[in-house]
């Protein structure tokens, strides 16, 4: 049977997923070692709509997990040079 998650490269269309998603990991993935005034600031820091656009802007190529058509995680790498990539973000839904 084949696998019913399939990742794709996500498009400025996805900026609203992955915000949404960032907004439902962050807390319970960082809530015992960050104060939730920290988790917020991260959020708006890294996730706003704004600075999503901007990374992939700057390179960034953001990939989702889609399980039966449900986003269900996210990554985000860059190239540092040459054919050398940098994995920048990884998160799964907690769900």
Known sequence: M???IIIRRATTTDID???AM???IWPP???DILSAEQINYML???YSKPSLQSQAQQGHIFLLAEAHGNPVAYADYSLLKNTIYKLNKIYI???
Request: charged share 5%; hydrophobic share 40%.
């Open 93 to 95: 839904l907690p769900s």
């Open 2 to 4: 084949a696998s019913d």
């Open 17 to 19: 997923t992955i915000h």
């Open 22 to 24: 960032a907004h439902t």
């Open 29 to 31: 993935t960082f809530g």
């Open 44 to 46: 708006n820091l890294i």
